[in-house]
């Protein structure tokens, strides 16, 4: 995503469903900070107020006029990257009759958060699952059920993750079950990488935290890690999808990383299930991060009648390399779940998961 920084002194306090236009907050951005080069996410930023008086920003996109309104979803981003890393799938939703909610993590940027990520942390803010879940999921959901008043068949909601955000989809269904209609993930490992590959993997996240090298070189060592691309194959910035070297914050992921991972350790294997509730899980065949042996094909193996698998000619960046075919499998397990959705099923893990790695 493009990083929308409101002026602190011109923002008034948040308060559920402050709405922006994207192209409102471009403006801003760029004449307040003279950013140009980024792509914003699709749709109109909401904040949300969360149980520590903090905010929760999101990106909302409803289908075009005439379309009609299937369900919900509200989609995590990748660990350190920003929404607009949905950006085509997003669109590929809404064409079926999706709304998306692309949450944007906590930051430290300005007009944001009244709290900061040190702040929530220090207070303990995500100690727990459920208390980290209460600031970065549930105050959606609560405004979406509230909006709907009476309605006696209110639209669905379903979670979706990519990559560190699948985690998260994954223990929001698993802690209120009953709120969601199923569960997609992506790019959804559970065991440590080699050590070689983690080396790649954090040199590959430095490289563009600090801009170091050309971005000829950046692309390639972004490529070889995150994405399938021929060895013997030169790699070019243009080939990389739209905004992942601009829209890259470790602003979360980095203070939090360690109260989150201790919230997930605490609650042991029992979220990866997603509380049972009807799971599709789109694996790229070459993902070296999150091979499909130990994650795709692991989940669809562990529980063949609640797990849909979908595999992609892709890497890690599935989302990002093949975003039509993505956004076709997922509207295509929405509108089944939708129409008949499947009772909640608990199945009991024959997987050993090691929950260490944030991937």
């Known amino acids: 995503m493009a990083l929308v920084r409101?002026?602190?002194?011109?923002?008034?306090?948040?308060?559920?469903?402050?709405e922006y236009t994207v192209q409102r907050a471009v403006r801003e951005q760029k004449r307040q900070y003279s950013v140009s080069d980024h792509v914003p996410p699709l749709g109109t930023i909401t904040y949300f107020d969360t149980p520590s008086g903090s905010t929760l920003r999101a990106y909302r996109s409803r289908p075009p006029s005439g379309?009609?309104?299937?369900?919900?979803?509200?989609?995590?981003?990748?660990?350190?990257?920003?929404?607009?890393?949905?950006?085509?799938?997003?669109?590929?939703?809404?064409?079926?009759?999706?709304?998306?909610?692309?949450?944007e993590l906590p930051g430290e940027w300005p007009g944001y958060s009244k709290k900061s990520v040190k702040a929530c942390v220090k207070a303990g803010t995500y100690s727990?699952?459920?208390?980290?879940?209460?600031?970065?999921?549930?105050?959606?959901?609560?405004?979406?059920?509230?909006?709907?008043?009476?309605?006696?068949?209110?639209?669905?909601?379903?979670?979706g993750g990519w990559a560190y955000g699948n985690r998260l989809a994954r223990a929001a269904a698993w802690l209120r079950p009953q709120l969601f209609a199923g569960v997609i993930i992506a790019s959804a490992g559970h065991t440590t990488p080699p050590q070689k590959l983690q080396r790649q993997m954090l040199a590959c996240m430095l490289d563009l935290k600090f801009g170091f090298g050309s971005s000829k070189y950046r692309a390639r060592k972004f490529a070889t890690v995150f994405m399938h691309v021929d060895p013997n194959t030169k790699v070019d910035a243009a080939q990389i999808p739209a905004g992942t070297f601009v829209d890259f914050s470790a602003?979360?992921?980095?203070?939090?990383?360690?109260?989150?991972?201790a919230a997930f350790a605490a609650a042991g294997d029992e979220w990866v299930y997603a509380g049972g509730l009807p799971m599709l899980v789109l694996q790229g065949a070459h993902d070296r991060l999150s091979p499909r042996d130990k994650s795709g094909l692991a989940y669809k193996q562990a529980s063949p009648e609640?797990?849909?698998?979908?595999e992609l000619e892709a890497g890690h960046w599935c989302i990002a390399e093949q975003p039509q075919e993505c956004g076709r499998a997922i509207a295509k397990f929405i509108k089944a779940q939708a129409t008949t959705p499947s009772p909640p099923l608990r199945t009991a893990s024959s997987v050993s998961y090691d929950l260490s790695m944030a991937v």
């Open 6 to 18: 409101m002026p602190t002194s011109s923002c008034e306090p948040p308060v559920v469903c402050r």
């Open 67 to 103: 379309v009609e309104e299937l369900a919900t979803a509200i989609l995590f981003p990748p660990g350190m990257w920003l929404p607009s890393a949905w950006n085509e799938v997003v669109a590929e939703l809404n064409v079926r009759g999706i709304t998306t909610y692309a949450i």
């Open 128 to 159: 727990t699952l459920d208390s980290l879940l209460s600031e970065i999921c549930f105050p959606v959901v609560h405004v979406l059920r509230s909006s709907q008043g009476e309605n006696a068949n209110p639209l669905p909601i379903f979670l």
């Open 251 to 261: 602003s979360f992921v980095l203070p939090a990383g360690k109260a989150v991972t």
């Open 306 to 310: 609640q797990v849909t698998l979908v």
